[in-house]
């Protein structure tokens, strides 16, 4: 027993001193260190999962939100003239089912045109699973991803989500479930992926070129920056080059589509709250929707809504529109649009004070439809001769009653009702400028014309506010429109239109019509 207890001494105090020893050395001194190091990581790892879980919750939320707000448009839906998109998004659908083999659909538009509830309302009632997937503005590619596939387990009821780590990979999924069943993906501002993940282009052509003719998936590529969706897909130098089976730009209603839509949702409505609507809204499905759900479709319920406090948004709408498309450069953006309603309209004027080229600028706007450069009627474009002209009339109204020093201390201290009457006092000459806008679009959707615009001449003393040629029939059209047919001479006109002839003597022989319209013409179209 002493010789055993003996041995276990020894024993101890050896591991002892090589304990102590341990302790000494470089060796327990970096395993410290390294323990450190390894607590920290632990200890970020599981805050990371945790702000990664958060993240996940609020992109799940807003899904959320946005399906709640699919539900509510549906109403709203069923009453806008979308029928011939509709009709054609459903052929390619259909297609897709008959043939057995996928197809890629591009449907472009400015935000709150309607795009989504084109989308609702062209596959709510199809034998099919749609699926839905947003890319938001701020969002790393990692919650995007998570986004989706949480999208893709519950639209397809999967027992456990796929091994996935891009865009792409999930977009694989969805096509190989096709396969057995034909589905809908509706990628939504697709354009973001540009900054997100700049590669997916490129995977997807890849995808897609292998698994196409194998599957049966309508990808419909929804986006409100055009410039980027033409470069994506209309470049010959871009992976998608060639790849759509049809392209589709949604456009702001025109005067046919709101005639139609005001005799739906307000029957009762006069020839005036109907100018009023579209040039408070420019025809954009949202703001008319806007308007339908407070019940204010005529002129003074429409003012004093979109003055008061439930109408914050629409009212915000022109900046927010702006910082969201333009971002950093939105006050260049604005000061050449505040430029151009004041009255300036020739690029010279427009580039005066200002420290960069504006050229660029003018021309993103115009791709935009918020501006056009507009031409004498019939005349090439030479310098000095065109003019930079607002043309979407939400943003015409906007920067004429809101964005204003005026109009901002009127709303800082609450006086909505002061608003509202100084705009229904100087609505008029808004709506006479509104008025020749829309009887230029009418025209032009009629099928009586192809090319229709004002002229006026190089000294600015005559200048007549509608011109509409058809060379197919050698015709030619002249109009002056006002606001009240009273004001309308046609004496005048036909002067007008003697210096007109004069400038261009290659119309003298072809059929001349003249005419007057005014707002009693409105749904004459």
Known sequence: APVEMGYQDLIRRLHERNIAEYEKSEKHRVDVLLKIEVDKLTRWLADEKQAIHLKGEKMKNKIGNLKRQFKLEKDFAKKLALDEEIKRLQNQLSAVQSQHESRMVCLMGRRRVGKTTLLLKAFENKSCLVLYLYVPHRCTLNELVRAWLDQVVEIFKLPFPPAVQTPTDVLQVVMHLSKDAPCVIIIDECQELNQMDPAFWGKLQELWDRCRQSSRTLLVMSGSI?????????????????????????????PSDMCTIMGTLAPLASDLDLLTVYAMTGGVAKYIELLDEAQCLTQEKAVSYFFSNAGSWLRSEGERFLSNEFRFESPIYMELLRKIARGRS?????????????????????????LRQKLPF????TKGSSRWVLCDPYFIFWLRFVDSIQANTLESLGQSRILSQMCLRELPTLLGRTLEEWFRQAWLQNGQWLHADAWWDRKGQNEIDLVATNPLTQSIGFAEVKLNPAKFSAGLLELKIGAFLKSQPQYRDWNITRQGLSLEDLRNI
Not at 356 to 370: G, M, Q
Request: no cysteine; glycine share 8%.
């Open 226 to 254: 055009i410039s980027a969706l033409e470069d994506i897909f209309g470049n010959n130098s871009k992976p998608l080059y060639g790849r759509l089976n049809d392209q589709m730009m949604l456009m702001p209603f025109g």
């Open 346 to 370: 020739k690029w010279t004027e427009l580039q005066d004070g200002m420290d960069v080229n504006i050229t660029a600028y003018l021309r993103r706007l115009e791709t935009f439809r918020i």
């Open 378 to 381: 019939g005349e090439q474009k």
